[in-house]
């Protein structure tokens, strides 16, 4: 019954696969309760994450630990400051719990005045690691929310991975597939995107790309996200491909964009929230979305029917946020603003900082069958 959702009406490249769900339900993650929100650093907020891994996508563990990265920020009293002083910190896990390693990258290295999520490999000789990550700012020019796709090398240590050399951008928009986002000013949910890299090894062509968060540069919609993609060519620089996914008209943010690749069908996930559903047309919740294709390319279409594969539950709609799929199907994400219980920070604002988490979520288990995605 479910057929690919391609774009047939707007004035995206032609290959690329439209999301238009006409409706949007599905599945639900469990509550997130007292006992699940203790910092594993209690001086910091944690958010989005991604592990250390293979160029297969197998999460690397080196010395009995994996090796996470995490956007971090001192624990202000307004959480959502922490957008505005984001730092990449380092932390790993092994059967004695959590080690933090402090700051991923020193400061004079990054380029950007904000460090924003990206993705980190080990290459196949076992010591070469690259960090993928987004620059927001620039770091002697004050505040903006211009974003930068940048890959910085390091090596993989005893105590992790480090070492890491200069910083560079990757690839940048061209103003037509792929919106500026350079904005001096914007609002949260609404600020046009070129961020969240993350790297894949098509094991079809054994050709490595960057997935990444855009905006649609053909549409002036309100709401025009894409899930763009980069290819690394044979010199060693990137070269900018058609989108794989447009949302004109339906989400201004597909964020984190990721693949997994299980039994030959390529699983591309994403993040999004209610709010940034355009209100003309169906949303869905603060949530775990996918679409699936036979190759890189597309066409996608999406799973479960309308591509939500794990959803906040109702009762607490901003409980966890930022849904990262391991290689091995584990489903990451951190703790936002849980045991709401419907009251509202205009009623309530201890609340704020009180119930919001910023710490990793609990984990769960995806289960893949055909185009069907379901928690385990």
């Not at 700012?137 to 890959?151: N, V």
Request: proline share 8%; charged share 20%.
């Amino acid at each position: 019954m479910n057929k690919p959702e391609l774009n047939l009406v707007s004035n995206a490249p032609p290959g690329t696969s439209r999301w238009q769900p006409a409706a949007i339900d599905g599945a639900r993650i469990a509550l997130i309760g007292a006992d699940q929100t203790a910092p594993i650093l209690p001086n910091f907020d944690l958010w989005d994450s991604w592990p250390l891994a293979h160029e297969d996508g197998r999460t690397v563990v080196t010395g009995g630990r994996q090796y996470w990265f995490f956007l971090s920020a001192p624990r202000f009293p307004d959480p959502g400051l922490r957008h505005n002083a984001a730092k990449i910190r380092l932390a790993s896990l092994g059967v004695d719990g959590w080690k933090d390693h402090g700051d991923c990258l020193p400061d004079e290295l990054s380029p950007g005045s904000r460090e924003w999520a990206g993705s980190a490999v080990l290459h196949d000789d076992g010591t070469h690691v690259t960090l993928f990550f987004t620059a927001a700012g620039r770091r002697d020019d004050g505040h903006s929310f211009e974003q930068r796709l940048i890959a910085v090398r390091g090596v993989l240590t005893a105590e992790g991975p480090g070492g890491w050399s200069s910083c560079s951008e990757v690839v940048r928009p061209d103003g037509h597939r792929y919106f500026v986002a350079d904005e001096a000013e914007g609002t949260p949910g609404m600020i046009k995107a070129f961020r969240d890299p993350a790297w894949l090894r098509d094991p079809a062509t054994g050709t490595g790309h960057l997935l990444f968060t855009a905006s649609a540069g053909w549409s002036d919609a309100a709401f025009n996200g894409v899930i763009g993609l980069a290819t690394l060519q044979n010199d060693g620089s990137w070269q900018l491909a058609d989108p794989l996914v447009e949302a004109v008209g339906v989400n201004n943010e597909l964020e984190r964009p990721h693949v997994l690749v299980r039994d030959g069908r390529y699983y591309l996930f994403w993040s999004t929230q209610r709010r940034t559903f355009d209100p003309s047309g169906p949303s869905g919740p603060n949530g775990l979305y996918a679409m699936a294709a036979d190759r890189l390319a597309g066409p996608y279409k999406p799973v479960n029917g309308n591509s939500l594969v794990a959803g906040n539950p109702d009762a607490e709609p901003t409980q966890g946020y930022s849904w990262w799929v391991t290689g091995e199907g584990e489903v990451w994400s951190f703790v936002d603003h849980w045991g709401m219980r419907s009251r509202s920070f205009d009623t309530h604002p201890e609340l704020l900082r009180g119930q919001f988490g910023g710490t990793p979520a609990p984990i769960f288990q995806l289960a893949f069958a055909g185009d069907n995605v379901t928690i385990a």
